[in-house]
């Protein structure tokens, strides 16, 4: 045992060594220690270093609220930087480092930052930098190098690149009644909820129920708080209507009483057992919340008050009995309201000699009159601490004080301490019932803001709502907790506290205005100064003040420093505090881990969608590429080819006998009913009521504005039958319109839409064989001519599989889309592979479909881009006169018809080199000396047909510039070259070969 | 008759995962029904429709959202207003296309297209919660009724077929990377495979 | 946000699409008047405040919604099916 | 007032920094100016700015219902760019670079901008070349441009997931190296201060309740401060634009006011130079002077004026963030806020005379305020000045809806909630 560590009393298992190291050097501490504590325990004051002077810092709370001891800790293989000490619990070989110093913790060059003070006041940087106005470095280069420093002075902790290995889990919860908050009043809330029958949720952030019972030193029901609390909470968990968590945070309250929470469900393990996450994210639906999150101790404000050893009063206390360790061997404390004193007497009681306690009130309750006798001092009344020395403390400055003026006088008496325990009164934690937007009410008499009217379902107990006693805490908690359930108040005897008759509000001191630099943000680094020289040029505003000077925006989030600022910045205007307002709590309450919220996406970020071919094509050695979700081959390379052989090899193959491609990822979607015909005769441009049963039709649709939406063919499988195909990518989008339209626009029509683009695998077979392949293999029905002609549709079956063919084309080839059910897939696929064996069928890829479709000027995505229209891309021939169809309105408006549009043309490469995706095309100029554009190639391939580079583009004027010369210009790749721009229908405009 | 290929693939495989500290939480398993079809009703033939498909399969179905009936070697669920997914034998969709008239309602075959996925165990509920945002409580979700959810972009109906038992039926093209997620999510309960 | 669906019940808003104002009235087919298809098309009703508006159930029963709810506090104050003749018979599951 | 500089810094520095004077003051609202602008944030002080400046008229009023500066100015994630598709967009937006170029020394304040580049990552072949259809874009619209491969991408921007067997593998990336970042804040205040020392009157906690009129004439507004006439009012209010149309009468518009969540990680050291776009969502990111990661996503996605988001889109820009960024899952994020979004029919600005005699509008900024501020004030300036547009301003009118002139930079329609 160390000599800071008491040898009884606590929650600690002193039985239980558990050794870590700190900055490379081996330590040990107790199961049940944080590492502040442990630290503590083992004399280290001294733990990390200020943002922006590098000042040494200690250990300052024991909980969220903590500015100071932020670690970089390392496990599982990555580093994790800036986690506050105080809420990291020991672990047998935990390894944290202190941060942002150099070379290192005790002696860091940064801190000559300090010398320079005065040169860094709030907003400093706004005011230069700007360097020269003429010259090399004109313009944002000077500014540029500055920032280079700065931004190495910045940041605290240093992250990692490596991928986090860890799982992390997202979990949904449903209840009748979350409580927030373990302390004596969320306990009661909780218990009261569940005995009235319903589903509760009682959160809490640290690894023990219990909450200041933990650390109060009070007697319930004549049993120490702490063991009342362990009592209660195990009766909690026992209920079946009850689910405890512990370890976990609350820490966004959004709409519709949907909070999210943070359990760290292995943070405190050395090793997790097997699928267990380390963070799992919940998000909680709750029917009522029971706000019980307590209070946040707040310092006062003086000069020197960042030194380590200065720590809040509560949080000295909490380590005496809870952790068993006296944070000093010398303990002063300062304070302007009771709750001090109860932190002397523990500290006493635990060991350690309390040497003043200095009060800036004239006088003080008869309660903590008896708990200074406790702790062995007189309290120095009407005094001040006005400064403090040492590295890390060791003597404090007193001097006489008045707080009804705040004037200082007499003389500056020293007093040796190595620990300073500071409480400026209690601020409750209203983060999460501000988050939704309303300002809460400022209490004149607790100085602090007390939670705003509800904006939703919850209700508050215990200091969160300013009942800052124990006994009121089980009385405002039990109180909710029935409300929540919907219960009657109830007149039962509650739990009896033993405590200190101590008085509740603080003197209205916040500052001590000494000479020195006095610290409002301790992680920030935001002084008192600083406060008052943004309300000197005019940053009086709360929101001002924060963005100017960065008070209250570090890890901690203002939990210390936001009412000490606000009255700073009241005094300076001379204004009460609640005039000058507050800032608006946001989410999170305290930082929440990325992975967490990313949770299972971290691993894998969006689902694979695959087509029931998927096996074959992987096996066969495909290349496979995203499109959307779906994995889709690229190409099928053999061994040494490159893409370009791969898709020039399959797409000859196609033109020369027979190719096969999965089209199972096109979107299909059944068109039921006796409406149907009509329905779509009012989707698409063009007729389809008029369309045979047994027949398909190509069909294009517009959004409303006019512009082309998506194109497919639509097969009418019966008389209210039809079966309509979308894009891949569109199929969505496509699904979702129509719906709109039914239910919003045309509710009276009866049409049913059912996605079936699952439902049927698709081939596409395509060349001068196709149709010999299939005679080969497909039984039950005829493929000829006169039973299946151009667009024609039959039922048969092959290889036994029950099969829909509809002969249509996408590659200009004699060309059928065979569909089977799914689960045939792979069965069909292999059976037409099988017949197109003798013709030495090749299976093709994107590439080769890309290829295929340009050279017949067939128009996909980008060219229906969202900004094109039906002429644009000579569709015009689709647009019916006879019937109004969606987007037939808008379509003509004069933006939509004009001459300059980019139209569709082809373009024939001159040089012989590629034309690349994305190049533009211009009339004249170079690499060196870019002409305008003109437009720009949309998808480009080289041509087996036709063995040159062609492409696709969208050229101001179109057709009109069909024969004319151009130029590619890729600049951003460095290509520049001559082009012919052609008609789009490059191969057999005629159309020949599928009529064939 | 040809044999339906699973969409699972290499992913399904036998076998017990994860932490089996108290045995496996969870079993996966794939169910397979014969056929699966939507049958949807024009606004005020829904009683109508439901009675046709009690014809056809025998399950009365009650009138409510959500409601749903497992039993006779069939089960059907409401995913819709007016809308079911029934679940059973080869020839379901050809009767329920016979009994279904074109004034009542149009019926779908959805054999190929989704797959129905299943989750036992004293787990399930913790396991099922992990990915959808709907409350498994036997209060809030009684045995045999249905919900249509999602879990990000995969589109999920499901139905609780027994106290701790439910049937997930997602699109096919997503059942490889869904049956992969639910797995994962089982792997802290312990799962087996079967 | 939760939109309480009258078939599904009340589910998280990342289930359901956002369609916009609901306010708005499509001119007939037929019509050719531009402004008035304009307007259709491109304006919208942007209250703070009381908002009558369509969303899809997508990851759900997939109807479309008649939701009124305030843009100011994001409170739903009622929700219909856009297709009235479901809402007869319609309840919570 | 003084200019700001090192040795100004020094000077007070050495007198206890008791001497500052507040950057702009604090005018009781007169009754009557030559031009009022309605909206104390980003383009509204610019635009003072330069109808000081540019066309010297100073007789100017910027009313602000809050804070100066509590919109999105002081709301967004900092990104100033012009890496744009369509010649407007790339002309004006290519201008307003070259104003942020020069404009710390214009307003004597340092805005921070440092050009620090932004990389576009793209994950599929067809993303590749629309990416590089931008790029070729702004080469030939005078901008600058680059493509990064997936070697350079590695170099550049370490910690990028750039392995084969991320869902959506990185194969490139268009990099436009002047574009950047920008304090937001200083932005506001720098113009604050720079219109101020010109002669404009600054009016914060002054919300506009109504329009004067005579006939159809706009000719002044009333306030929560009183009446104030002006020959011309100037409505530059993006996030409100549709909740000022209708105190004109003008109740249906084609905007939508839609909330945009941003997020912030706690501080750490330089981790990430430019800014960096993740192609398989909407994710973008970059790291402040002070040491945080920046980043945000999509809209929420629905009709709001509260300044706060919603969870699932948390989730998911957090999803985006690991899958560009695998390590930042041990990252914790420290704070998100929402901002409300003016989203136009077609995702581009209005920047225009009228819709009503007396009125100029400015509006419609979606998500792309902030870098425009610059070059919306100059041409907004010199809309209001001579009652016709500048040249780059020109093609943003409000009419080009019905005329169907659409400046549809991602080809997505009448769907706000989509650009």
């Known amino acids: 045992m160390s000599a800071r560590r008491t040898s009884t009393g606590g929650l600690i298992d002193r039985s239980r060594t558990v050794r870590f190291t700190f900055d490379g050097k081996t330590y040990t501490g107790c199961a049940g220690d944080t590492l502040a504590s442990a630290l503590l325990a083992n004399g280290i004051t001294l733990v990390g270093r200020s943002f922006k002077y590098h000042r040494p810092r200690g250990v300052y709370t024991a909980g969220v609220d903590e500015p100071n001891a932020l670690v970089t800790v390392f496990k599982d293989g990555v580093r994790e930087p800036n986690i506050p000490a105080t809420q990291i619990e020991l672990y047998e070989g935990l390894e944290a480092e202190s941060q942002n110093r150099f070379p290192s913790l005790d002696y860091d060059i940064s801190a000559l930052n300090q010398l320079a003070g005065p040169l860094f006041g709030a907003g400093f940087y706004y005011k230069t930098f700007m360097g020269p106005v003429v010259g090399p470095i004109k313009g944002t280069r000077f500014w540029m190098v500055c920032e280079h420093f700065i931004r190495r002075a910045a940041g605290l902790g240093r992250a990692g690149y490596d991928k986090d290995p860890v799982r992390y889990e997202r979990m949904n919860a449903f209840c009748d009644v979350l409580v927030l908050g373990a302390g004596p009043a969320g306990l009661m809330a909780a218990e009261a909820a569940a005995k009235g029958g319903r589903r509760v949720i009682l959160a809490e952030q640290e690894p023990r129920a219990g909450g200041a019972a933990n650390w109060s030193g009070e007697t319930i029901d004549g049993k120490p708080a702490a063991g009342w609390a362990k009592t209660m909470a195990e009766r909690l968990a026992a209920m079946d209507n009850v689910r405890l968590l512990t370890r976990t945070t609350v820490w966004g309250y959004y709409d519709g009483n949907n909070l999210a929470a943070l359990e760290r469900v292995g943070d405190h393990l050395a090793a997790r057992p097997p699928g267990a996450p380390r963070h799992r994210h919940w998000s909680i639906r709750a029917e009522k919340v029971v706000l019980a999150t307590g209070a946040f101790e707040r310092p006062i404000v003086f000069p020197g008050n960042d030194r380590p050893g200065v720590m809040l009063a509560g949080a000295a206390e909490r380590y005496a009995n809870q952790f068993g360790v006296v944070p000093g061997e010398k303990v002063a404390v300062f304070t302007n309201n009771d709750s001090a004193y109860r932190a002397a007497a523990a500290l006493k009681k635990a060991g350690g000699a309390v040497i003043a306690i200095i009060d800036v009130r004239p006088e003080i309750s008869a309660a903590a009159r008896g708990l200074a006798e406790e702790a062995g001092v007189v309290p120095l009344l009407g005094h001040a601490v006005v400064g403090t020395a040492g590295k890390r403390l060791t003597k404090i400055m007193v001097q006489r004080f008045d707080a009804a003026t705040g004037r200082l006088s007499g003389d500056v008496r020293p007093v040796e301490a190595d620990c300073l325990a500071v409480s400026g009164g209690w601020s409750p934690a209203i983060h999460l019932a501000s988050q939704a937007g309303r300002n809460p009410a400022w209490d004149g008499r607790l100085n602090a803001f007390l939670p705003p009217e509800p904006t939703q379902e919850w209700t508050g107990a215990g200091a969160f709502t300013g009942a800052m006693t124990t006994a009121e805490a089980l009385s405002t908690g ?259 319109h129509l719906e709109y339209f039914l239910d919003v626009v045309w509710p009276d029509l009866r049409v049913h839409l059912t996605s079936v683009t699952d439902q049927w695998a698709g081939a596409a077979v395509g060349g001068p064989n196709a149709r010999k392949m299939l005679e080969a293999c497909v039984t039950r029905s005829k493929v000829d001519n006169e039973t299946l002609p151009f667009m024609g549709i039959v039922h048969g079956e092959i290889a036994g599989a029950p099969v829909m063919i509809c002969r249509l084309s996408f590659s200009g080839e004699l060309a059928y889309e065979v569909y089977c059910g799914a689960g045939h897939g792979t069965h069909v696929w292999e059976a037409l592979m099988e017949a197109g064996e003798p013709f030495g069928i090749t299976p093709y890829g994107m590439e080769a479909l890309g290829t295929l479709r340009i050279e017949k000027g067939h128009v996909t995505g980008a060219e229906i881009d969202g900004r094109t229209t039906a002429r644009d891309l000579y569709l015009d021939w689709m647009l019916s006169k006879k019937k109004p169809f969606i987007g037939s309105a808008l379509m003509d408006r004069e933006g939509l018809i004009d001459k300059n549009r980019i139209r569709l043309v082809g373009v024939v490469s001159l040089d012989g080199q590629p034309l690349g995706g994305g190049a533009h095309i211009v009339e004249k100029g170079s690499l060196e000396d870019l002409g305008e554009s003109i437009g720009h190639i949309t998808a480009f391939c080289y041509s087996p047909a036709l063995s040159k580079y062609i492409g696709l583009a969208l050229v101001k004027g179109g057709k009109a510039r069909h024969g004319t010369r151009a130029f590619v210009s890729d600049a951003l790749r460095k290509r520049f070259g001559p082009v012919e721009i052609v008609s789009h229908h490059f191969f057999d405009p005629e159309g020949s070969r599928m009529h064939g | 008759m040809v044999e339906r290929i699973s969409p699972l693939g290499e992913a399904f495989r036998p076998g017990t995962y994860g932490n089996l500290a108290e045995g496996p939480g969870v079993t996966l398993t794939e169910a397979t029904p014969v056929t699966i079809a939507e049958a949807a009703a024009w606004p005020g033939s829904a009683v109508a429709l439901s009675g046709a498909i009690e014809t056809v399969t025998g399950l009365s179905l009650p009138a409510a959202p959500g409601a749903g009936v497992v039993g006779g070697g069939a089960v059907a669920f409401s995913i819709g207003p007016g809308r079911y997914l029934v679940a059973g034998a080869e020839g379901l969709s050809t009767k329920l296309q016979a009994a279904i008239s074109l004034d009542m309602g149009t019926v779908t075959d959805l054999s190929h297209g989704r797959a129905a996925l299943r989750i036992a165990g004293p787990r399930a509920e913790w396991v099922l919660s992990k990915l959808f945002a709907l409350d498994f409580s036997p209060a809030a979700f009684p045995v045999g009724e249905g919900r249509a959810t999602a879990h990000h972009d995969i589109f999920a109906q499901i139905q609780r077929t027994g106290g701790e038992q439910f049937d997930i039926y997602v699109f096919r093209s997503f059942a490889r990377a869904f049956w992969q997620e639910l797995c994962a999510a089982a792997e802290e309960t312990g799962y087996e495979v079967r | 946000m939760l939109i309480p669906c009258p078939h599904c019940g009340p589910r998280d808003v990342s289930e359901f699409s956002y369609q916009g104002d609901a306010t708005r009235t499509r001119p007939d087919p037929a019509s050719t008047d531009v402004k008035a298809w304009h307007d259709y098309v491109y304006n919208r009703s942007n209250p703070a405040g009381r908002h009558s508006e369509y969303w899809q159930h997508a990851g759900g029963c997939r109807t479309h919604l008649l939701v009124t709810r305030d843009t100011l506090t994001h409170e739903i104050q009622a929700v219909a099916f856009a297709r009235a003749a479901l809402n007869e018979g319609a309840g919570k599951p | ?109 340092n805005v921070m901008f440092s050009q620090r580049g932004i990389l576009n990552l793209a994950h599929s072949p067809s993303q590749a070349d629309d990416y590089i259809r931008r790029g070729n874009a702004m080469l030939h619209g005078g901008g600058d441009g680059v493509w990064l491969t997936r070697d350079e991408i590695a170099r550049k921007v370490p910690g990028v997931d750039l392995s084969r067997s991320a869902r959506f593998p990185v194969i490139g990336g268009l990099l436009q190296p002047r574009a950047g970042t920008a304090r937001h804040d200083a932005v506001a205040w720098g113009y604050a201060r720079a219109a101020d020392r010109r002669g404009v009157d600054i009016v914060e906690n002054c919300a506009v309740t109504g329009f004067l009129r005579e006939g159809e004439k706009i000719v002044g507004v009333t306030t929560t401060r009183g009446e104030i006439r002006a020959r011309k009012v100037a409505v530059a209010v993006a996030g409100s634009t549709s909740h000022l149309m209708a105190m004109a009468g003008i109740d249906r518009f084609p905007i939508e006011s839609h909330v945009l969540q941003a997020f912030v990680t706690e501080a750490i050291k330089p981790y990430v130079d430019c800014v960096v776009t993740f192609g398989g969502g909407h994710l973008y990111m970059s790291q402040s002077d002070k040491g945080g990661l920046v980043f945000g996503g999509d809209l929420d996605g629905y009709n709001s004026y509260a300044q706060r988001g919603n969870l699932p889109l948390v989730e998911e820009v957090m999803g985006e963030m690991v899958a560009m960024f695998p390590a930042v899952a041990r990252l914790r994020l420290l704070r998100s806020w929402g901002g409300v979004m003016d989203m136009s029919m077609d995702g581009s600005p209005i920047i225009t005379k009228g819709p009503l005699p007396g009125m100029y509008l400015n509006c419609g900024w979606c998500y792309g305020g902030f870098k425009a501020t610059p070059a919306s004030g100059f041409s907004f300036a010199w809309t209001i000045a001579k009652d016709e547009p500048h040249v780059i301003n020109a093609p943003f009118t409000l009419s080009r809806f019905e005329r169907g002139a659409i400046l549809d930079e991602k080809g997505q329609g009448p769907t706000p909630k989509l650009h």
Do not use: C
């Open chain 4, 1 to 109: 007032m003084a200019e700001y500089s090192a040795l100004s810094l020094l000077k007070n520095a050495l007198t206890g920094n008791r001497n500052w004077k507040p950057a702009w003051r604090k005018p009781e609202p007169k009754p009557g100016y030559d031009v009022i602008i309605i909206g104390g944030g980003g383009h509204g002080l610019a635009t003072a700015y330069y109808l000081a400046k540019e066309h010297g008229v100073a007789n100017v009023a910027v009313l602000e219902k809050g804070w100066l500066g509590s919109g999105n100015i002081g709301r967004n994630t900092t990104i100033v760019r012009s890496n744009y598709l369509l010649p407007e967009s790339v002309r004006f937006y290519d201008f307003s670079v070259k104003l942020w170029e020069n404009l710390s020394h214009e307003l004597n304040y």
């Open chain 1, 478 to 736: 039990r109180d909710a907790g029935l409300a929540a359930a919907s219960k009657k108040a109830s007149r039962a005897k509650l739990p009896e506290v033993a405590a200190p008759a101590l008085e509740v509000n603080p003197a209205p001191v916040f500052e001590i205005k000494a000479d020195g630099k006095a610290f409002v943000d301790l992680q920030n680094d935001v002084t008192a100064d600083d406060v008052r020289l943004a309300h000197r040029e005019g940053f009086v505003s709360v929101e001002h003040l924060k963005r100017y000077t960065t008070l209250g925006m570090a890890t901690d989030q203002g939990k210390t420093s936001n009412v000490p600022g606000l009255a700073i910045m009241a005094d300076a205007r001379g204004l009460p505090i609640p005039d000058v307002g507050t800032t608006r709590f946001r989410p999170p309450f305290s930082p929440v881990s990325i992975g967490s919220l990313a949770a299972e996406k971290h691993q894998h970020f969006k689902p694979d969608r695959l087509t029931p071919i998927h096996d074959w094509h992987v096996e066969r050695g495909a290349r496979m590429m995203e499109v959307g979700l779906w994995h889709r081959p690229m190409i099928y390379g053999d061994p040494g080819e490159t893409v370009e052989q791969a898709y020039i090899r399959e797409a000859a193959a196609v033109r020369a006998s027979v190719g096969i491609v999965d089209v199972s990822t096109l979107g299909k979607i059944a068109v039921k009913g006796p409406d149907a015909a009509e329905f779509l005769d009012r989707v698409y441009t063009n007729m389809f009521s008029t369309l045979a049963v047994g027949k398909a039709r190509y069909g294009l649709m517009l959004r409303e504005d006019g512009i082309a939406f998506d194109d497919g063919t639509t097969w009418r499988l019966g008389e209210h039958d039809f079966l309509m195909t979308t894009t891949t990518a569109n199929a969505g989008n496509v699904m979702q």
